[in-house]
């Protein structure tokens, strides 16, 4: 039986106590009042994340650590339950990162091939909507000739614009990545805060559309956790 304590405490702080193996309890903790049939399309969903995933690290952790964060995130500070959204936020990388393997396409096929046949597997696995919230935070092919970053968020910003629902994915990954940004290296963290920094007011002001699909006070965390990643990003990078 997973220790309760674990509700209580920060994701990041169960992540440097008790590691990948205490995440996924928390995880396990989380799912306790999901009907029987949803807790088991997640568990198909980590299941699938962690094979995918197996040999992926982040600097200092195992990749499913990531993926866990988020998850959990959407679930507890966003007060989230649609099962499809947490199955993507657990896949939220699978495309972008194992499209071959996902898809059981030859790896030296063209990259729209590996997207297209990776996204057809997990809507065959999962659903439709699965795979178009994937699609919709998945980067794409970007063009050498211009600023990797600069295409980056156009691209975030573009497609959140036209989904709410992966807005909820987007905004969770980067506040793993942006408030989280102090528990990396300090290259890994200066890299990050260059990257996202431009993105913060973009969320801030898709976070109090309307047409966001959260409660007052889950915006509201959101605000807070978007301020202190500004905070942190500019004790990085106004040095």
């Known amino acids: 039986m997973a220790p309760r304590?674990?509700?209580?405490?920060?994701?990041?702080?169960?992540?440097?106590?008790?590691?990948?193996?205490?995440?996924?309890?928390?995880f396990a903790l989380e799912l306790e009042s999901f009907p029987t049939g949803d807790r088991k399309t997640l568990t198909e969903a980590l299941d699938l994340?962690?094979?995918?995933?197996?040999?992926?690290?982040?600097?200092r952790e195992p990749?499913?650590?990531?993926?866990?964060?988020?998850?959990i995130r959407i679930i507890r500070y966003y007060g989230v339950r649609d099962t499809d959204v947490l199955v993507a936020a657990l896949l939220h990388d699978a495309v972008e990162d194992h499209p071959a393997e996902l898809g059981g396409i030859d790896p030296d096929a063209p990259c729209a091939?590996?997207?297209?046949?990776?996204?057809?597997?997990?809507?065959?696995?999962?659903?439709?909507r699965v795979a178009e919230l994937v699609r919709s935070?998945?980067?794409?092919?970007?063009?050498?000739?211009?600023?990797k970053h600069e295409q980056y968020r156009a691209h975030v910003a573009e497609n959140l614009e036209r989904?709410?629902?992966?807005?909820?994915?987007?905004?969770?990954?980067?506040t793993d990545n942006g408030v989280g940004v102090i528990h990396t290296t300090m290259d890994k963290a200066h890299r990050s805060a260059t990257k996202y920094r431009p993105l913060v007011p973009k969320l801030r002001e898709l976070v109090g559309r309307p047409d966001t699909p959260l409660s007052t006070p889950a915006k509201e965390h959101i605000l807070d956790q978007l301020d202190l990643a500004e905070e942190r990003f500019a004790a990085i990078l106004d040095e």
């Open 163 to 174: 989904d709410p629902w992966a807005r909820i994915i987007k905004i969770s990954d980067f």
């Open 49 to 59: 994340a962690s094979d995918l995933h197996a040999a992926d690290r982040r600097v």
């Open 63 to 71: 990749y499913l650590n990531h993926l866990l964060r988020v998850a």
């Open 113 to 128: 091939e590996h997207t297209e046949a990776a996204l057809a597997e997990l809507s065959r696995r999962f659903n439709p």
């Open 5 to 26: 304590m674990l509700l209580s405490m920060p994701l990041h702080a169960i992540t440097e106590v008790y590691g990948e193996a205490g995440l996924r309890d928390r």
């Open 137 to 147: 935070v998945t980067n794409p092919e970007y063009d050498p000739a211009r600023d």
